[in-house]
């Protein structure tokens, strides 16, 4: 057995579903089982072996999906490139990897050309994937099942070089049992997923969970706010997933405090914080918004808040998820109290085989995969997120979480979005620098910054400077790029 029979089994049972509307077209689950039976022809013909890594490079599109589940039968693996990337980045990312095929969209035809030149792999449009390519060829051997790799994902890069985190095809039917366990998901179930597939975050956490439960997959090339408000009004779908860069561009809109938002009855958040604001906003609007906790790493369904729990929990990540095992550990690798903070550590069958080419990297031992998040966890079982190991600030022997900052600034009508770092100091060892972007038009300043923490926070966490900037630099799922962040605001 292998991922892609999942396919072919809705498409037996449910032969009228539609699978994945996308550029107006619907793609019922026997149309998409074609595609992947026409896919898998032209793989063979293209020489793809088990074992071997093909790469995405383009926009949403069903391809990536049709892609990915033919590889799974082959036994050969998935590599989405970010393509927002510059062309040295993906060449150190193909080289990495050692892809030997690479395919791309009409619009990205170009840049892969090059790639693939420089790169010495060989070069297929994704309209070839088409059986006309291949004429009536057999499909052949095949050699994917469920313990084969199929599915290597490069992390943002975030902390330092990306790395490859490499998914076998059972771990991304965990993480579906998983996920349809966070999102109550079924086949009555209507995702529209916006989200780049070239991450985990789009990928796994609803848009592969639907169409493992035989659901609906409305499927935009990029995201627009315009273009989601309009489609939750017109597709009415059940279930979409927002990072905190989409959701705000969602609540900014003009149309939003009309637009009909009534078929939802779940919203998912993930990649870093939620302001409480923004949850807020949207449950006044009768919609729960429940976060999602994981990494490139795990999956990526790792902790989440369900919909029951939502409104009563704001800001909390959730409990651990279904089958996954979670602990918080102090630097000592002990278990932390109830209350305490520590680094999040994952174990599950949904959890990465391994880093590629980097199986001694200590960050996953013993199945742990230690995160590097940090985080408390209450009596009840509810984890609250608050900032990364390598991002919070020792500033006079005090411990500070950039998160709990953030959160009290992202609350300000004034302020577009903000991140804290710390800045080596000679007496506090580091002091806390709050990087502000204004909205447009605002009179904001320094001290009216300062004046957000007074009696909220203790001292020792307030800001010792705040620098305004007119972006934060950000990756592709909107978290924040914080090495680096004061390299133009040297100390003054």
Request: overall charge negative.
């Amino acid at each position: 057995m292998n991922l892609a029979q999942i396919i072919e089994r809705h498409a037996q049972f449910s032969p009228q579903q539609v699978a994945i509307h996308a550029a107006g077209e619907d793609i019922s689950y026997p149309a998409l089982w074609q595609r992947i039976e026409s896919a898998t022809r032209v793989l063979l013909a293209a020489g793809v072996q088990p074992g071997d890594r093909v790469a995405w490079l383009g926009f949403n599109d069903p391809a990536v999906l049709v892609l990915l589940f033919a590889l799974a039968r082959v036994g050969a693996i998935l590599l989405p490139l970010n393509h927002r990337l510059a062309a040295p980045e993906h060449a150190a990312i193909l080289g990495h990897a050692g892809v030997s095929l690479l395919v791309c969209d009409s619009a990205h035809a170009g840049a892969a050309a090059a790639l693939a030149a420089a790169q010495g792999c060989r070069l297929l449009p994704a309209a070839s994937l088409a059986a006309d390519a291949v004429g009536g060829a057999g499909t052949g051997v095949l050699a994917g099942a469920y313990a084969s790799p199929v599915l290597l994902v490069y992390t943002s890069g975030t902390t330092g070089r990306p790395k490859g985190a490499l998914h076998t095809q059972s771990g991304l039917i965990w993480n579906c049992v998983i996920s349809a366990h966070a999102h109550e998901l079924s086949q009555a179930d209507h995702v529209l997923s916006v989200l780049p597939l070239f991450h985990v975050g789009g990928l796994c956490i609803q848009t592969l969970p639907a169409l493992h439960a035989g659901a609906t997959v409305t499927l935009h090339a990029r995201f627009d706010a315009a273009a989601w408000l309009a489609d939750v009004a017109r597709r009415r779908p059940t279930l979409s997933l927002m990072v905190p860069a989409t959701l705000r561009a969602v609540l900014d809109h003009a149309d939003f405090s009309a637009a009909d938002l009534s078929s939802l009855r779940f919203l998912a958040a993930g990649s870093s914080t939620i302001p409480a604001s923004m949850i807020t906003a949207i449950h006044a609007r009768g919609v729960p918004l429940g976060q999602v906790y994981g990494a490139t790493e795990t999956g990526p369904v790792s902790i989440y808040l369900r919909r029951a729990d939502a409104m009563q929990h704001v800001g909390a990540a959730g409990k651990a998820g279904l089958h996954v095992e979670v602990k918080l550990v102090n630097t000592l690798g002990e278990t932390v109290a109830p209350g305490e903070v520590g680094e999040i550590w994952v174990r599950a069958p949904n959890v990465m085989a391994a880093y590629w080419a980097d199986a001694d990297n200590p960050a996953f031992a013993e199945g742990w995969f230690h995160t590097g998040d940090l985080a408390r966890c209450d009596e009840a079982g509810f984890y609250e997120v608050v900032g990364r190991s390598k991002d919070m600030i020792i500033s006079g022997g005090e411990n500070v979480y950039p998160a709990e900052i953030e959160n009290l600034l992202a609350d300000c009508p004034d302020i577009l979005e903000a991140a804290v770092v710390g800045q080596p100091d000679a007496r506090w060892g580091e002091v806390v620098v709050a990087v502000v972007v204004r909205k447009s038009g605002s009179g904001l300043d320094a001290a009216g910054v300062q004046q957000l923490f007074e009696g909220r926070l203790a001292r020792f966490k307030h800001p010792k400077r705040i620098v305004f900037c007119e972006a934060l630099p950000k990756t592709a799922l909107g978290k924040v790029q914080k090495a680096g962040l004061l390299a133009g605001f040297p100390a003054p």
